[in-house]
């Protein structure tokens, strides 16, 4: 009988460590995806200090490199390979900002878009913990998803702009 007690409190206390443990994995995993996506917006705030815009998004969702040459008249751009890494050649000198992060689960992405050539810009993720106070919410304060936002095998339910974070989706 007492064995039988003492099973059952083992395995009781295994349920709430394997419970704890999966809710401090899902909540490391969005830290990671805020933490890589403040450390893109500094380097997307860098390009465009540099630059005078942001850098446009190609079909994979990535930003796009350019190499700016300030000593010809008129000034000209071009674009150039990214190699992995958000970078600009200005005058032929190599600026790199931010080796492209990953989403710590490898079926998701992180998803950059632009506007009006550089204007403004999104990035986006998926958070896993749908509890999270950033995740975004529709106008009744649900949470909800950025219609149409993939963000790899999900639809993304975190956004930052140029302003901030966004956290109604109306």
């Known amino acids: 009988m007492e064995?039988?007690?003492?099973?059952?409190?083992?395995?009781?206390?295994?349920?709430?460590g394997i419970g704890a443990y999966t809710s401090a994995t899902v909540k490391s995993?969005?830290?990671?995806?805020?933490s890589d996506l403040n450390q893109y917006v500094k380097a997307l705030e860098s390009f465009n200090n540099d630059i005078g815009r942001y850098p446009t998004a190609d079909a994979n969702g990535l930003p796009v490199c350019v190499s700016l040459d300030?000593?010809?008249?008129?000034s000209t751009i071009t674009v150039m390979d990214c190699f992995g890494s958000l970078k600009v050649q200005i005058n032929g000198?190599?600026?790199?900002?931010?080796?492209?992060?990953?989403d710590p689960e490898p079926k998701k992405d992180y998803l950059y878009e632009t506007t009006d050539g550089g204007v403004?810009?999104?990035l986006y993720a998926a958070l896993d913990n749908m509890e999270d106070r950033d995740v975004v919410v529709d106008g009744s304060g649900n949470p909800t998803t950025w219609s149409g936002k993939d963000c790899g095998n999900v639809e993304c339910n975190y956004k930052i702009t140029e302003t901030g974070l966004q956290r109604v989706n109306e």
């Open 120 to 122: 403004t810009y999104a």
């Open 3 to 16: 064995l039988m007690i003492v099973m059952a409190l083992v395995m009781i206390l295994s349920v709430v």
């Open 70 to 74: 300030t000593e010809s008249q008129p």
């Open 93 to 102: 000198e190599n600026l790199v900002y931010l080796k492209f992060p990953t």
């Open 29 to 34: 995993k969005d830290t990671q995806r805020k």
